[in-house]
């Protein structure tokens, strides 16, 4: 398994932007497809986006297309997830994730896909 650590949370007016960063320790990253997830208290955990291990397939929640973007450098073994727009319901726990498979064809928007967890990053919009 990856260690990941993720940063960039906080706490925003609605209409504001942030960017997620999730650091890779231990492995590549770029053996990996990506994911991140987030988590509302008392709900379950959701799909947010997934890159592909190269960077060149990117996936999204319907929630957040077109306001959320996901990116990859693979020689920084760094994951960032931009969030525009940022809407009071984006409220939640952020998690990178790394897949289970290494050398993925496709990443997947399915939690248990994914082995290596971060610890999370809180993100909280205001309205």
């Known amino acids: 398994q990856v260690r990941l650590v993720e940063s960039g949370g906080g706490l925003v007016q609605a209409g504001a932007s942030l960017r997620l960063s999730c650091a890779g320790s231990?492995?590549?990253?770029?053996?990996?497809?990506m994911g991140w997830f987030r988590q509302a208290p008392g709900k379950e955990r959701d799909f947010v986006a997934a890159i592909s291990r190269g960077g060149g397939a990117t996936y999204y929640a319907d929630s957040v297309k077109g306001r959320f973007t996901v990116s990859r450098d693979n020689s920084k073994n760094m994951v960032y997830l931009q969030m525009n727009f940022l809407e009071s319901s984006d409220t939640a726990m952020y998690y990178c994730a790394a897949d289970r498979i290494i050398m993925t064809a496709q990443p997947s928007r399915d939690p248990s896909s994914y082995d290596s967890w971060g610890q999370g990053t809180q993100v909280t919009v205001s309205s």
């Open positions: 231990g492995r590549t990253l770029s053996q990996y497809a």
